[in-house]
């Protein structure tokens, strides 16, 4: 079992519409959770912690479910500019150094 | 000013060649990264230097030698270059621990003929 699993996609909206993603993490023990996103032959850029208590950044939303073991991110009122891979991001027990990134969710804004 | 900066940008070269990357931060992190973005686009952590020392090393081949000369610096260095090496090389850095999240640099993308 991968330690950071996503669904692929692509997920294909329009603008304006209202996207969720979800992602597992197979250790428990993980400590600290992030997304992170990457455009096209770019390098990846942090999009956001995700926090116990879940958090909000404009039209961004991200939810940590700890005892399911996953992580989620809600897109509000989808731009053109959110068109993206957007990576799960999560720090394991092992080691505070190192972050585990999923293989990505591409998403597609269509106008 | 770029944050972390790799180059070069791109590399193509023959099997069994030695090629170099070179990758500097100006954001005074104490640790830095290399990854490997393969082309299913699955980004795996290869090392980590904090403060100039080897702290992580994931089960790397020995043909890739990171060299740390100071805390600003993370340099790869790899020996007879594969087919199997072709992908996008990420430079990353973090002031102490992963917690706070990582900056990349732009990364250089690798290929062998």
């Known amino acids: 079992r991968k330690e950071v699993e996503q669904d692929p996609g692509p997920f294909n909206v329009p603008e304006g519409a209202t996207v969720a993603f979800n992602c597992t993490y197979s250790?428990?023990?993980?400590?600290?959770f992030f997304w992170y996103r990457q455009d096209c032959r770019k390098e990846p850029k942090l999009l956001m912690s995700v926090y116990s208590s879940g958090n909000e950044d404009g039209r961004f939303t991200a939810q940590l479910n700890r005892a399911s073991q996953y992580i989620s991110l809600l897109i509000r009122d989808s731009k053109l500019s959110d068109s993206a891979t957007y990576l799960c991001?999560?720090?394991?027990?092992?080691?505070?150094?190192?972050?585990?990134f999923g293989s990505g969710t591409r998403l597609l804004v269509r106008p | 000013d770029t944050a972390v900066s790799q180059t070069p940008k791109y590399l193509v070269t023959q099997m069994g060649n030695d090629k170099s990357i070179k990758c500097e931060q100006n954001?005074?992190?104490?640790?830095m990264y290399w990854y490997k973005q393969d082309s299913k686009k699955f980004l795996k952590i290869m090392f980590s230097y904090n403060n100039k020392e080897l702290i992580i090393n994931e089960t790397v081949p020995n043909r890739f030698s990171p060299k740390s000369p100071d805390k600003a610096h993370l340099n790869l260095h790899i020996n007879s270059l594969e087919l199997g090496d072709s992908a996008v090389y990420f430079c990353a850095s973090s002031q102490g621990t992963a917690v706070s999240g990582y900056t990349f640099g732009s990364g250089t993308r690798l290929t062998v003929v």
């Open positions: 250790n428990s023990a993980s400590q600290s």
């Open positions: 954001l005074g992190h104490d640790t």
């Open positions: 991001v999560v720090n394991p027990m092992d080691s505070s150094y190192k972050l585990i």
